[in-house]
């Protein structure tokens, strides 16, 4: 059973239900959850051979609305999120710094339904620092900073980006052609595919329209779907474009009428939750 199912089963079970009344609106704690993991793959850092590190400590920003709706339930809700972003890492053999939390912060920027992550690295002699916001103070360990300081016996963290890389993150993204513990990525074109309830949808085409129609590439029987919804065009790279739909797409978060696709990312159309997926090989 997936990491995310099993937050999805634990979380049925709290609090006699309450969680499944205050998440009627488009915030659901399953999206939170996959932006975290997003959040984790995105900035890990290579340490060495068999160590990859990831941010332990995370904020999740919520439009003024969805904050005062879950607030009441910051505490039990980050720690099911945190124990969520443990049993990930532990798939993903990632490891940590120091202790996972996650905090829920109101962000008056943002509408009701959207939210946005933030995450740092740190260590576990510092973590009771307050948190830095948005990295706005430009110290490292700050939100959108490398951590101060790298784990013990580790080599030291890169002063410039590796070869083909670019800055970004807690470090930098890994050399092409390179995965987590130094294992060479398989050659051969890339695969692509989508996955809906559990189902996969391999895409062997240039283009992949969604929607209600029968005449749609892959149809989603979803009220809250038109008839031709979106479609995504694969290459490098892959993106997704609203085809003039009535309820419009929601994009790793955000709303949006066109946006770049990357492995995992999470697309929302109606009322059900899109998987894009790619990889090599």
């Known amino acids: 059973m997936g990491v995310l199912k099993k937050f999805e089963q634990r979380l049925e079970g709290l609090v006699n239900g309450t969680f499944a009344k205050v998440f009627k609106s488009e915030v659901q704690p399953v999206e939170i959850a996959g932006a975290l993991q997003r959040e984790c793959d995105n900035n890990a850092t290579i340490w060495n051979r068999d160590r990859t590190v990831v941010p ?7 439009s003024a609305p969805d904050y005062e709706r879950l607030s009441p339930y910051s505490g039990q809700l980050g720690d ?3 124990g969520m972003v443990r049993d990930y890492a532990k798939q993903q053999r990632y490891t940590f710094m120091g202790p996972i939390k996650v905090h829920l912060e109101k962000a008056d920027d943002l509408d009701t339904g959207l939210y946005r992550v933030r995450s740092r690295t740190l260590a576990s002699s510092t973590n009771q620092q307050a948190p830095a916001q948005g990295g706005a103070t430009g110290r490292p360990g700050g939100y959108g900073y490398p951590p101060a300081a790298p784990p013990a016996g580790a080599p030291p963290m890169p002063s410039a980006p590796p070869p083909g890389g670019r800055p ?3 470090g930098y ?4 052609g390179q995965r987590p513990g130094g294992a060479p990525a398989s050659g051969g074109r890339t695969r692509y595919w989508i996955e809906i309830n559990g189902t996969r949808h391999q895409i062997s085409r240039p283009t992949l329209v969604l929607g209600r129609s029968t005449d749609a590439d892959v149809r989603i029987d979803d009220p809250g779907v038109s008839r031709r919804h979106c479609e995504i065009r694969t290459g490098t790279p892959s993106t997704i474009q609203d085809l003039g739909s009535t309820n419009g797409i929601v994009v790793d978060g955000q709303h949006t009428t066109r946006a770049t696709l990357r492995d995992g990312s999470r697309i929302v159309v109606g009322s059900t939750t899109v998987i894009y997926r790619q990889a090599e090989g």
Not at 173 to 176: G, N, R, S, T, W
Request: charged share 20%; net charge negative; aromatic share 12%.
């Open 56 to 62: 332990n400590d995370f904020i999740v920003e919520l």
């Open 80 to 82: 099911e999120l945190a």
């Open 168 to 170: 970004g993150g807690y």
């Open 173 to 176: 993204p890994q050399p092409a």
